[in-house]
């Protein structure tokens, strides 16, 4: 397995201490999560002077979840960190907007948003993913949902993200039906009840996820995993985990879970 740091996992830390992480972990790339509040030129140098490739840029950015209408100032920005990092792809996850009425107007909102967003990436040469996200009201989680998406808007492609898929959706199946657009991918762990519990939150398909450390929650990733093409086995892979419990640090988590998936 090809992975790649996902830098937001390794909260309070410098991006001198993500990427030496990253390192430590035997990792090859790194997504970069936002931009750190650091120059995207330096983080570029930071990474590339510890052999890691940049992967991807995430944006997190919240102009259009707040129905500002500057939004694509946002996008355009974050389109520019993308370059200055080499980014070969840039992922903008659709989260639920504020206070959305319906998860279809918002559905249709992000499709208007995207067709916006897909000609300027490609004018800059940097590939233009969505992912499923993992909200109970997220608009597109399940691979139809996905699908509506990425013909809406041609040449859009997809970060597969496992666990936030099975909030909605079988995600074996949802890869089958996805995988010639994926580009990238995410995993996470989750324990899974049928009733609330005290660390656990709501979502789509009506039951209760708790966020667990790679390998101690109940999505079955080891199965996923073997159901992946040879194609999508080449892909970079981002371990969205840490130690929720916070008995290990996050580095140590992280190595934890990178010795227990690499030879994958």
Request: proline share 5%; hydrophobic share 40%; net charge negative.
């Amino acid at each position: 397995m090809k992975l790649c740091m996902m830098s937001c996992m390794m909260p309070y830390s410098t991006p001198e201490e993500i990427v030496e992480a990253a390192v430590y972990c035997g990792m090859t790339a790194i997504d970069w999560i936002s931009t750190h509040n650091t120059d995207p030129a330096l983080l570029r140098k930071i990474s590339e002077d510890a052999g890691l490739t940049i992967a991807a840029h995430t944006m997190l950015k919240e102009k259009f979840l707040n129905y500002d209408d500057s939004y694509m100032d946002d996008f355009k920005s974050s389109l520019d960190d993308a370059v200055t990092l080499g980014a070969p792809i840039m992922m903008l996850p659709p989260f639920p907007r504020k206070g959305n009425t319906t998860m279809a107007e918002d559905r249709k909102a992000w499709i208007e948003y995207y067709q916006q967003a897909y000609p300027l990436a490609k004018a800059a040469g940097v590939i233009l993913t969505a992912e499923s996200t993992g909200y109970h009201n997220s608009p597109i989680t399940t691979a139809d949902e996905v699908l509506e998406l990425l013909t809406a808007v041609p040449g859009l492609k997809l970060t597969f993200d496992h666990g936030n898929t099975a909030t909605a959706d079988d995600p074996v199946a949802a890869y089958h039906k996805l995988k010639d657009f994926v580009v990238h991918m995410h995993l996470k762990d989750w324990k899974v009840y049928d009733t609330p519990q005290a660390d656990t939150t709501l979502k789509r398909n009506g039951k209760h996820f708790a966020d667990m450390i790679i390998g101690e929650g109940d999505m079955d990733i080891k199965t996923f995993w073997d159901q992946v093409d040879a194609r999508g086995k080449e892909l970079y892979v981002n371990l969205e985990t840490r130690d929720f419990s916070e008995k290990l640090a996050p580095r140590e988590a992280l190595k934890k879970v990178s010795d227990l998936l690499r030879n994958w």
